[in-house]
């Protein structure tokens, strides 16, 4: 079955990572699958895409069209591209105006229609959806040695490690929040690093060589990066936003805390004293290793194409 993925391509990579492996394991089922990156931002620099997108999908004679994003399934919708599946990648679905133009895509254009987590389902309730996360590559994001993990970063051994996991430049990301939390803490043995400018293969290091990963964004669906850090066995503590509380359930070492400097800041301190032997979130997260997702897509995939 050859498939076209349609996603932005305004990120500093091009497509995003995320994106890229769904497609990667869905290749190792013996799909065929081509990528179209749509450039700009905002209703004209989306549409300034649709006569480059029709081209393409005519000439690729494509069984299905996957598109991620809630704009790239606006775009897919209006150029008339089927069958198509959209995935709503997430927080926004839950705005008004997007909620009505939703309800309308998904009513004329779209055939069938994902979310990422059950709390974008209860915000999309009159609307017929099915909630898929985003997969995990457990083979590249695993435990490993933290001493090892650090001396490949060249952190300082004798220090304690704290990772924000996300780019600081995002303002949704809200760095500020963690960064105040941090300072509170007053301990010249601490050190915060960040996301922002690491290369995908170097993530695995980052997150196993953290004492306490921590995320405070203001807006999400299914946050990879948690996904990622609990199939490294990391301690993590976050806020409550998207799927995280879905994923936290029943897991050692995992921290839920409030928008509040003073309890994130309280609830590092309980993560780092945790026992690392005592940590289960890798095994919390086997389920959602991406070839098991790759599987759920493809049955979708013939369900519409069926249809």
């Not at 509170?184 to 400018?197: A, R």
């Not at 995908?200 to 990622?228: C, H, L, Q, W």
């Amino acid at each position: 079955m050859k498939v076209l993925f349609v996603s932005s391509g305004n990120s500093k990579n091009g497509i995003s990572s995320i994106v890229y492996e769904q497609g990667e394991s869905l290749k190792l089922l013996g799909y065929e699958i081509d990528y179209f990156l749509v450039k700009g931002k905002g209703i004209k620099g989306y549409l300034s895409n649709l006569f480059l997108l029709r081209n393409t999908y005519k000439l690729g004679n494509y069984d299905i069209v996957h598109a991620h994003n809630i704009f790239c399934g606006f775009l897919c919708g209006i150029a008339l591209l089927k069958p198509l599946v959209v995935s709503l990648m997430g927080w926004n679905v839950q705005k008004y105006y997007l909620k009505i133009l939703i309800y309308i895509f998904n009513f004329i254009f779209w055939d069938y229609c994902i979310v990422k987590s059950q709390s974008m389902q209860l915000a999309l309730k009159n609307i017929k959806v099915e909630v898929i996360p985003n997969g995990v590559d457990i083979n590249f994001f695993k435990p490993m040695n933290k001493k090892k993990a650090q001396e490949y970063l060249n952190w300082d051994l004798e220090k304690k490690h704290f990772l924000f996991a996300a780019d600081p430049k995002i303002p949704i990301k809200n760095y500020s929040l963690c960064k105040q939390a941090f300072d509170i803490l007053h301990n010249d043995k601490y050190v915060l690093h960040t996301l922002g400018d690491v290369k995908r293969e170097n993530m695995p290091y980052y997150y196993n060589a953290s004492d306490v990963v921590i995320f405070t964004s203001k807006g999400e669906g299914s946050p990879n990066v948690i996904k990622e850090a609990m199939a490294c066995n990391c301690k993590i503590v976050s806020v409550r936003v998207g799927d995280v509380p879905e994923r936290f359930a029943d897991v050692q070492g995992c921290f839920l805390c409030k928008y509040q400097v003073e309890d994130v800041a309280f609830k590092i301190i309980e993560a780092l004293k945790f026992p690392n032997e005592k940590v289960t979130s890798r095994e919390k997260i086997l389920s959602l290793n991406s070839s098991l997702i790759a599987d759920r897509l493809s049955q979708v995939y013939h369900s519409v194409v069926l249809k």
